[in-house]
């Protein structure tokens, strides 16, 4: 019987494996790079934990809750909320209803007004009705007209929704398409903020524990696909019963020949100190949009496995423009804008490492978010997935996966046996 063939290794790819798998349906994966997970990673460097990028899990994705068994992860939450840096000084935003302790210094915090911290309540409820996908069926505008037609003033949405949403989206200007903003406001009122214990790659780590081993090819790049066969990049052919094609936007728009998926490129320094800049596990922002730091966290502080004992690991986080800053005059600026953060005490820091990814999200301008023009099994008969076709998070791109082999399975490429009924 010939298998189906998966082409990435990524989340899509492995949650694609994963749902084949439980449905007995046989797969091959072949993956170009040594380890699978894709964007998701984690690097060790002397007993420190540095994720590729800014990445988080949120308790609430949908998705995520199906495939994944958090207690295994051994999740660590943020505190809700961000400590942000405006007109010199530091605010805090809290969720008054997670920490009601922090409601005073968060009604202080001289970002926005009184109407806009009423006001935050109010899209919470607006954005927790009905179902999620609900959600995606509203009008589409940007993101930031979303929030100026909600009520919002011009001070709180440039001191606090941007620059938290910069994060998120990696959009410098909020043109992200609305239905993606409240998808993820959604999540963030609904769960909470983690990382696993032992560093993101922990993730796709424990996807691929549950799969047979004897049908995963790492370092085995995939040069041409075709609806019953791909060719790898070394010139051997490997028939298929259907053929699954689960990379970034870019390397599916290469192999597929679709239309070039616009990217957005984000690069993260990382420091080890022995003193965290922050006294709770918390984001920090950059309300003043100076840069070229849009955002801070200690992961340490989250999780102490992600450092030695006594010492904090440090990741500054660069968007776009910045982010495309060679490394030495990237650390001078970044340097510079931390001393005016944290004043003397970054002299201590040390770099560990920069890690950039050029293509960390697809940008999802309005209208992206339309399932139709993402279909799952092109007209080729080749089936695609990946955050790319659907929500750019770690939960579309589970999605993603899980949808095409469902597409697979319901496809009639078992046409002389009954077919299975999917299993999430």
Known sequence: MLPVVIVGGGLAGLNCARVLHKNHVPFLLFEAGNDSGGRVATEVVDDYRLDFGFQVLHTAYPEAKHALHYPSLHLHKFYPGAEIFRNGEWHLLADPWRKPWSAPATLAA??????????????????????????????????????????????????????????????????????????????????????????????????????????????????????????????????????????????????????????????????????????????????????????LAVPSMVSQEYAPKACHLIACNVIEPAALVPDEALLKQVLVQMTRWFGSQVEAWHLLRIHRIRHALPAQPPGWLEPADRPVVLPSQVFVAGDHRTTASIDGALRSGRLAAEAVMLSGFRRNQPEPRPVR
């Open 110 to 295: 001289r970002i926005g007004t009184i109407k806009d911290r009423m006001l935050l309540a109010h899209l919470q409820s607006d954005v927790g009705r009905g179902s999620v996908e609900s959600l995606f069926a509203r009008q589409d505008v940007p993101t930031r007209r979303r929030l100026e037609e909600f009520g919002f003033s011009r001070d709180f949405i440039d001191g606090f929704f941007k620059p938290f949403y910069r994060g998120v989206f990696l959009d410098p200007e909020l043109n992200t398409s609305r239905r993606m903003f409240d998808f993820m406001f959604r999540m963030f009122g609904q769960g909470d903020v983690a990382i696993p214990a032992k560093g993101m790659m922990m993730i796709p780590l424990q996807l691929r524990l549950g799969l047979p081993r004897h049908a995963l090819f790492f370092n085995t790049p995939v040069a041409q696909v075709h609806p019953d066969q791909v060719k790898l990049a070394d010139g051997r052919v490997v028939g298929a019963r259907a053929v699954v094609v689960a990379v970034d936007g870019p390397a599916a728009s290469k192999l597929l020949g679709l239309p070039p998926v616009k990217t957005r490129a984000t690069t993260t320094l990382h420091f080890a100190t022995n003193k965290s800049p922050l006294n709770r596990p918390i984001i920090a922002l950059d309300g003043e949009g100076e840069g070229p730091v849009n955002h």
